[in-house]
């Protein structure tokens, strides 16, 4: 249409409603009269000022829900690089110990925990009377420890309940630089760890300054033939042929600590093991235990005391014994003048000693397996070492000898426990260890030990008593699954 040829419309109003009112119902609507206008010349068609429609897009609100998801998501990424990551769950590990007390430990617990806050461990000290029994127990019925130490002899009589080192936790590569290889020998089954020992342990020669001096020996023994010509003059008798002061104690089984295990020093010296107690090395082994309190020597009696106490008691010179017992003998004689040496070896061979030490281990049981390797592995590195023997020689003359490598420096002087460093690198383990408490296999194969050697007592020759040992060792072998070695 063109514009040019519209006429104005004038006067144009709304149409006025009419209403008539009634009394009851109000005002009536009664119709609608439009107002008279003049008509156009011809009809306008009507313009259009209405605002131009909104359509709505469905892609329109995907683009905001993914905007906001994506934001979301860099805000998380943001907080978490601020605040170290999401929070990890809260962890609680089951911690039985054995011999240390709590506030030995709880120094080491409280730095990890501190580092790694939603980790919670509780230590308790166990006693040692039916340890193995009740761990295997309580494991079996998945209410035991997640982390428990066992002796390191144990391994074949707990097979069922431990769970393998990580790899990731420590490789073998690692783990073999960073132990003494008895620790290889003793916790690796195929390709695999059971343990990470933190300490290490063995016999060592503990002697009687005063009474060597009393006697004229001047130079500490290092061989067996230094304690045989040694013996005869630390040994004292009373005119009736009685001891009144032991060389050694050696010998018997009755009162002697730790007899089984300076046998089963002098069977490894010889050459044997307890796998072939048949054999004419072990026979060699036993002789040269019995002929110390045999006659006409009698360097040692079923009359002393026990050895441990004749010990502090200064009736014996020389005692052989783990390192761990020292602190027994200083706790009950203060003043006693006592030095430590490696043990005798045979002349001409080389240092070698039996291993008695204790290991940690985590239960296959246990539902934070991971936790509880990586607490171990703290526990088990130079500085965390260092700082628990610190804590444990606040309490008593030294603490745990260590277990790594790398910190034997730190301890090969020590006038206590340096001889256990001096020959950790040349040690063996046999099951046939005393006081480990364990009512297993060593206990059992102990008793066959003492069998045998009260048998020669009686007269049986050195290698039918250690013949009927023998058999008795191969059904205890057989029980736990230890192969004997041909």
């Given amino acids: ?8 419309v004038e006067n144009q109003t709304e149409p006025e409603t009419v209403y008539q009112n009634t009394p009851d119902e109000g005002p009536v609507q009664i119709e609608e009269v439009a107002p008279e206008v003049d008509a156009p010349d011809e009809v306008l068609e009507p313009v259009d000022t209405s605002p131009p429609v909104y359509h709505e897009s469905k892609n329109q609100y995907l683009i905001i829900i993914l905007g906001a998801v994506f934001f979301v998501v860099i805000l998380f990424f943001i907080i978490r690089g601020i605040f170290g990551g999401a929070a990890k769950k809260e962890v609680t590990l089951q911690y039985w110990g054995l011999w240390e007390d709590e506030q030995v430990i709880k120094p080491l617990i409280d730095l990890y925990v501190q580092k790694n806050p939603n980790i919670k461990i509780q230590y308790q000290k166990m006693s040692p009377i039916s340890y193995r029994e009740k761990l295997l127990a309580r494991s079996q019925a998945k209410a035991g420890p997640d982390i428990f130490r066992f002796h390191n002899t144990w391994l074949p009589s707990i097979k069922e309940i431990v769970s393998p080192l990580p790899s990731s936790i420590m490789s073998g590569n690692e783990f073999d630089k960073t132990f003494y290889p008895v620790a290889k020998s003793d916790l690796k ?11 290490i342990d063995s016999l060592v020669l503990v002697y009687n300054e005063n009474l060597f001096k009393k006697a004229g020996v001047e130079i500490a023994p290092s061989t067996w033939d230094d304690i045989t010509e040694i013996v005869p003059r630390l040994t004292v008798k009373d005119r009736g042929g009685q001891l009144i002061t032991s060389g050694i104690a050696i010998g018997t089984t009755s009162n002697i600590e730790h007899f089984s295990d300076i046998f089963g020093l002098l069977l490894v010296q010889n050459g044997g093991s307890i796998s072939k107690l048949d054999s004419p090395e072990a026979a060699g082994a036993l002789e040269i235990y019995r002929k110390f309190s045999e006659m006409p020597q009698g360097y040692w009696s079923d009359e002393m005391p026990n050895s441990l106490t004749a010990f502090i008691q200064e009736k014996v010179a020389m005692i052989i014994v783990p390192s761990w017992q020292i602190l027994s003998i200083k706790a009950a004689n203060p003043d006693i003048e006592l030095k430590v040496v490696p043990v005798p070896s045979v002349p001409g061979s080389e240092q070698v000693s039996l291993a008695t030490y204790w290991v940690e281990g985590v239960s296959k049981y ?64 046999e099951p046939l260890m005393s006081r480990t408490y364990d009512n297993g296999l060593n206990d059992e194969i102990v008793k066959y030990i003492e069998n045998a050697i009260n048998s020669t007592i009686q007269g049986v020759s050195y290698s039918e008593a250690l013949k009927t040992a023998m058999s008795g060792v191969s059904q205890v072998f057989q029980k736990y699954g230890i192969e004997i070695s041909n």
Avoid at 189 to 199: A, H
Avoid at 403 to 419: F, H, K
């Fill in 1 to 8: 249409m063109d514009d040019n040829n519209e006429k104005p």
């Fill in 189 to 199: 089954v195929g390709n695999f760890y059971y343990g990470i020992p933190l300490m």
């Fill in 366 to 429: 246990s539902l934070n397996q991971i936790e509880a390797w990586k607490f171990l592995r703290f526990l088990s590195e130079k500085d965390n070492l260092t700082k628990l023997y610190e804590i444990e020689s606040r309490v008593r003359p030294f603490g745990e000898p260590y277990s790594r490598v790398d910190l034997a420096p730190l301890l090969s002087q020590n006038e206590y426990i340096g001889p256990v460093i001096k020959q950790a690198n040349n040690l063996v383990s």
